[in-house]
């Protein structure tokens, strides 16, 4: 065999383990979506007051959860029409990214949706 039926075969052989790792990434790209649609569909706390309550985070943040006061400084902030305020405060208290501070002030805002 000459050198160019080499490379066409190893070029097949490495096509084919790549065809398979994206087959396998699609897949756990699936099942994720499917975890992260589980917890969106989760019923929210409705009629509860939120001072009895101790929320938790955004999913893809935890481990970063705001102390109840922080909790009821950006509610406060949020139901006087001041989100980007909310996530500037919230911010500056936790050190988190633009991306995971406007995810938690979303999620606090759906989780008491009924209470704002």
């Known amino acids: ?61 935890l481990g970063t959860e705001a102390s109840e006061e922080i909790n009821e400084r950006l509610l406060l902030l949020i139901r006087e029409g001041n989100k980007i305020k909310a996530i500037k405060e919230l911010r500056t208290a936790k050190d988190l990214s633009l991306r995971d501070a406007i995810d938690y002030v979303d999620h606090l805002e759906k989780r008491y949706e009924g209470n704002i």
Do not use: C, W
């Open 1 to 61: 065999m000459s050198t160019s039926e080499y490379v066409a075969i190893i070029a097949l052989i490495l096509s084919v383990i790549l065809l398979f790792k994206v087959y396998r990434l699609q897949s756990q790209l699936h099942d994720l979506k499917s975890d992260v649609e589980r917890l969106e569909n989760r019923s929210g706390l409705t009629g509860t007051p939120i001072s009895n309550t101790i929320t938790s985070p955004a999913p893809h943040i």
